[in-house]
C-alpha cells in the first residue's frame, strides 16, 4: 500500500524560507508525477507545483519565482523549498502522487501545516 508522508512546515516569518519534504513508501517514487497542493483556511485546494517523472516543472502563478518543487528517486522523496514566504502562504500543504499508468490510483498524503506570521 502506498503511503505519502509530508514534513517540514511550521511557523515562520514573512520573507523566510521553508522546505518541505514528501516520502513515499509501499511504491517506486519513479512511476508517479508528484504534485504539491495546498489548502488555506476556508479555501478550496489549490495545485501549487508538479514535477514529473521526467523532472519537468510547473508552478501555479502565485509561487512562480518563489517556490522550487524537485524529486530525489534514490530516495523515493519529493521536495519543495519555498523562499520569500508571504502571510497569504499560510496553508496545510499535500503531497499528492499522480500515476504515469493511465487509470492508476492517485495517492494523497495527510498534509504538513505551514504558517507565515510576524
Known amino acids: 500500500q502506498v503511503h505519502l508522508v509530508e514534513s517540514g512546515g511550521g511557523l515562520v516569518q514573512p520573507g523566510g524560507s521553508l522546505r518541505l519534504s514528501c516520502a513515499l513508501s509501499g511504491s517506486l517514487s519513479s512511476i508517479y508525477h508528484m504534485d504539491w497542493y495546498r489548502q488555506a483556511p476556508g479555501k478550496q485546494r489549490e495545485f501549487v507545483a508538479r514535477v514529473t517523472t521526467s523532472h519537468n516543472t510547473n508552478y501555479a502563478d502565485s509561487v512562480k519565482g518563489r517556490f522550487t518543487v524537485s524529486r530525489d528517486n534514490a530516495k523515493n522523496t519529493a521536495y519543495l523549498q519555498m523562499n520569500s514566504l508571504k502571510p497569504e502562504d499560510t496553508a496545510v500543504y499535500y503531497c499528492?502522487?499522480?500515476?504515469?499508468?493511465?487509470?492508476?490510483?492517485?495517492?494523497w498524503g495527510k498534509g504538513t501545516l505551514v504558517t507565515v506570521s510576524s
Open positions: 499528492h502522487a499522480d500515476p504515469i499508468a493511465w487509470g492508476g490510483t492517485k495517492h
